[in-house]
């Protein structure tokens, strides 16, 4: 070019200066015209050369934006966030900021979530009463061990962080829900509550309403948040709960074996139980779960062993009163067959996937069956 320039300019002596300067002016005007393009391009091809994520990683960025990318080209990125939004983000802008890439360096994603308990104990009985909590836990990983951490304690409360780790972000949610539903079980069952507002009128007048009203017994509130038997008047509540038997376990002892019939039903007050077959953990069942009902009502054997991984208190229902229920009216056995059979579509779900849309005979008609129990209808 430069040659090309000089011959016009000596032989032709056409003024080649003029034609410098102008192109000059033009390629600054062009280079700040096009200057948002040109970062987006070259903070692409560094995007591309350093790697920070590749399509299918879920990435967060510092203004808040996040999901799971599934295109990035020269110009931008492209994500899918949770609400199925496509967000574009420009190269430049990704290459500044700062980068959350939660699908490294591997799946598992790591979740911590925080709640405050009144200071009715101790601070390492809290922590105890939390990691027992999160041992009950189905959707949480068992490795590495999830771990309970003091965050700060006051006169009112004692304010506790727990951490675990999910096979998937797809998990997050269920899991989230799950740890506070056993925190809040297992510390009800413990007598421990969750910290009220500091000197708010309503907690002062809810414990002043508390200490006045009589407390239920154990039996009669475990039956009365028990969904099989929601269709109980409060005679027959408390006629069944006057018969239940509370039974304790230790760690390590099994209550049932695989493929024994159930005679009745227990409940849990607190305490872990682990539902094992062949050696492979099916599901762990906390304090306000139930079990034996299958066998109980229907005949149906167990699916495993199961085993209390913590010192267990149950408190059970005999077949007896079960009997005696049914006999006085018969209209239950319809009433707790449409709950058992939904239960049992969830166990076979999650236990058998495979025979979970085989058709369920008529419960209520076994359920009649197996206690002798005539349709007075």
Known sequence: MGAFLSGISYVLSVP?????????????ILGLALQSTLSDVFSGIALNIGRPYSVGDWIVVDDGSEGRV??????????INGANDLVTIPNSSL?????????????????????RLAVLTTPAAA?????????????????????VKICSIDAQAIELELSFRIASLSDGVRANNEVFDLAFRHAKAQGVKLADAAGSAAASA???SASQTPHPSTAWRL??????????????????????????????????RQGDIMKSILILRSGIVSINREGSELMRLSPGDWLGEGGLLTGTEEKG???????????EIGQDAIASLLKDRPAIADEMSTILSRRLIEEKLRL????????QISLAAKIRQLFNVQDLA
């Not at 959350?100 to 979530?113: A, Q, T």
């Open 352 to 359: 058998s996937p495979q025979d979970a849309t085989k058709p």
């Open 127 to 147: 922590v105890d009463l939390m990691e027992t909590a999160l041992k009950g836990a189905n959707f949480i990983l068992k490795t590495p061990s999830p771990f």
């Open 223 to 256: 039956l009365n948040s028990l969904p099989l038997l929601v269709s109980l008047t409060e005679d027959e509540k408390e006629a069944l709960s006057s018969a239940m038997v509370r039974r304790t376990f230790r760690k390590g002892e099994v209550l049932v």
């Open 95 to 115: 290459a500044k900021a700062k980068l959350v890439n939660r699908s490294s360096p591997d799946v598992s994603h790591g979740v911590s979530v925080k709640l």
């Open 206 to 208: 809810e414990g002043s």
């Open 70 to 79: 599934v295109e990035t080209n020269w110009r931008a990125t492209y994500l």
């Open 16 to 28: 080649v200066g003029t034609l410098v300067a102008t192109s000059g002016v033009f390629a600054i």
């Open 305 to 315: 062993n199961i085993t209390a991984l913590t010192p267990l208190v149950v408190y």
